[in-house]
């Protein structure tokens, strides 16, 4: 038999540390998708997402949410990244500023967020984009437009890149202002337009780029006024407009404002179409101006998504995926935002141990990447911005936006 009971007792002490440590090596080897037998373990990096998912853009900001986790879905399908697996991270910014910070900050503090998508209005963006860049945080923006976002506060004269840690996938104000202003006086041989904006960063510049490109058409700016976002009742803003004549009011805001607007304006007699940018381009907008708003403009960045086999292929998918809300006005350009961040996750996670020290690399691949995307070419410049410049002027009618012209715009 052998050994003192003292020894017996050391022996099955020890042999049941050996058992429970083979055990624990066994687990350690298996893979966290299939349970066991690869001997490596996959690992998890996130896609933050930072878009108003609830409030009256809320329509707007699921559809970039959705368009996000189509593309992460898609990858993961695909094992687009060799041993790791992508997961999306949405946060509401509720369209406003501080909540924007917030999301930022609760992303910003995730060890395992490699980028982010989002967000929809550039004065969140604003307040977003300090946060990430320390964490050499990628941040590609599906919607925003503000020309300073990229080229700094002095822009047309002294552009200098803020934050090289922010791209976007749209084309900026100064090209959807001055595309505008085209539009309306070439085309439409419209000669006398009043303005009005929200005091907003993107209104207040969209305004900005579509006065001087007017102007400088020969154009008359015959009244400029401003209205309070958060009010409902904008008579006393027709009434200074009225009396100027214009042949056109151009807005820029977004469409739970241009809504009303348009409709008080032609209550008030002045019945002119009301034109605006991407922000008013929604079926809510008709909803809330009702009837009078057929005829009214707008235009958006890109073609049309139908207008494509790209873009009748992701809405197919995007259909297929089952997802409630429709993917809006910037459900493609957010597809090709997360596209653009994976596709430079092939690059930076190849080889990294962790996602934190894979950040820069992925800064450094996103401004490399160049793809035919659902929008066109994703690609960028040196400072971020979309190397694509085409636009689409769009009619109300009824329900629907009718497709007037897509152009691309040359300076």
């Known amino acids: 038999m052998g050994g003192t009971v003292q020894q017996r007792s050391v022996v099955r002490v020890g042999a049941s540390l050996i058992v429970a440590s083979l055990a624990l090596t066994a687990c350690g080897s298996r893979s966290n998708d299939d349970g066991g037998g690869s001997g490596s373990e996959t690992k998890t990096a996130k896609i933050g997402v930072i878009a108003p998912l609830s409030g009256d853009l809320s329509a707007l900001g699921l559809g970039i949410q959705h368009s996000v986790e189509l593309a992460v879905k898609q990858a993961n399908e695909s094992n687009a990244i060799p041993g790791w697996k992508l997961e999306v991270a949405a946060k509401d910014d509720e369209g406003k500023t501080d909540p924007g910070k917030n999301a930022a900050t609760a992303l910003a503090s995730d060890k395992d967020v490699i980028g982010v998508v989002g967000t929809l209005n550039t004065s ?19 919607a925003n437009t503000g020309p300073g976002l990229t080229m700094g506060a002095d822009w047309q004269k002294n552009p200098k890149r803020p934050y090289p840690t922010y791209f976007r996938t749209c084309t900026t104000d100064a090209v959807q202002g001055p595309f505008a202003a085209r539009y309306l ?4 041989k419209i000669t006398k337009v009043a303005t009005v904006h929200d005091k907003k960063a993107y209104g207040q510049g969209l305004v900005g780029t579509f006065t001087e490109e007017f102007k400088k058409l020969g154009g008359q700016i015959v009244a400029a006024e401003t209205l309070n976002p958060d009010e409902s009742n904008y008579q006393s803003v027709v009434s200074a407009i009225k009396p100027s004549a214009p042949q ?9 404002q241009a809504g009303p ?9 002045l019945n002119v179409p009301l034109m605006g940018g991407d922000g008013i381009k929604d079926p809510k907008f008709q909803v809330l101006a009702g009837k009078s708003a057929d005829g009214d403009l707008s235009t958006s960045v890109g073609a049309p998504t139908d207008s494509t086999e790209a873009g009748k292929k992701f809405l197919a998918d995007y259909k297929a995926a089952g997802f409630k809300e429709d993917s809006a006005a910037y459900g493609g350009y957010s597809y090709d935002a997360a596209n653009a961040i994976i596709n430079a996750l092939k690059t930076s996670l190849k080889d990294a141990k962790d996602v934190e020290s894979a950040r820069q690399a992925t800064v450094d691949a996103v401004s490399k990447v160049s793809f035919d995307g659902v929008t066109g070419k994703v690609a960028f410049d040196q400072y971020g911005d979309s190397t694509t410049k ?21 300076s």
């Open 185 to 188: 006086y070439e085309t439409a």
């Open 248 to 256: 056109a009011v151009y807005y820029g805001g977004e469409y739970p």
């Open 124 to 142: 969140v963006s604003q307040q977003v984009q300090p946060v990430l860049a320390p964490k050499n945080i990628v941040q590609v923006s599906p």
């Open 261 to 269: 607007l348009s409709q008080q304006m032609k209550a008030g007699g």
């Open 390 to 410: 085409v636009l689409t002027v769009y009619k109300a009618a009824g329900k629907d936006w009718a497709t007037v012209e897509t152009k691309e715009f040359k």
